[in-house]
């Protein structure tokens, strides 16, 4: 597996983000040794790229080039948040449970320019492995929690949010505030 930081030795690097139609991003990711040191390292790499991303939420190896099911997430602060977990790392994610689908508005860092109306469940329950320490963890979130914890799912099965869509009408550009 390739290691973040294109090579550098740096533990502060922020990896580019991948756009849109980049390849990286239709590729089915593959499973990690969540105690593997290069794992550890990517999941860290992740948080930092998330965190220096204004209006990031969450964050997936596949969007930085790199094929491995392993994602961060924190909605902490988000205006839409019900659920919420504090920060979310895992590696080899599962979404075991679905319910209540609903429709509501996305956006992605992999896709600065729009946004998109996207059919996804209201409550879940996803379960997956912590870096580091392989211990397995459980999570239950609701609205736009649950929402990200299923986009970033996504991202992990080479899909974006676009390709969720019912069709064009569904798809808008992306407002700016200043």
Do not use: W
Request: with cysteine; proline share 8%.
């Amino acid at each position: 597996m390739p290691t973040p930081g294109s090579g550098s030795r740096d533990s502060g690097d922020v990896l580019p983000v991948r756009l849109a139609p980049d390849p990286a991003l239709s590729r089915l990711a593959v499973e990690v040794d969540p105690r593997a040191p290069t794992t550890v390292a990517l999941a860290e790499a992740l948080v930092r790229t998330m965190r220096a991303s204004p209006g990031c939420v969450g964050l997936a190896a596949p969007q930085v080039g790199v094929p491995a099911r392993l994602f961060c997430l924190d909605v902490g602060g988000h205006r839409k948040a019900r659920s919420y977990a504090g920060l979310v790392v895992l590696a080899n994610p599962l979404l075991v449970a679905a319910e209540e689908p609903n429709r509501a508005r996305e956006g992605c860092l992999s896709v600065p320019d729009l946004t998109g109306d996207v059919v996804r469940a209201g409550r879940i329950k996803v379960t997956g492995a912590v870096p580091g320490t392989g211990e397995e963890r459980e999570y239950a979130a609701d609205a736009f929690e649950a929402r990200a914890l299923q986009h970033e799912l996504d991202h992990l099965d080479g899909l974006l949010f676009l390709d969720r869509v019912a069709g064009a009408h569904a798809v808008h550009a992306r407002k700016r505030y200043l």
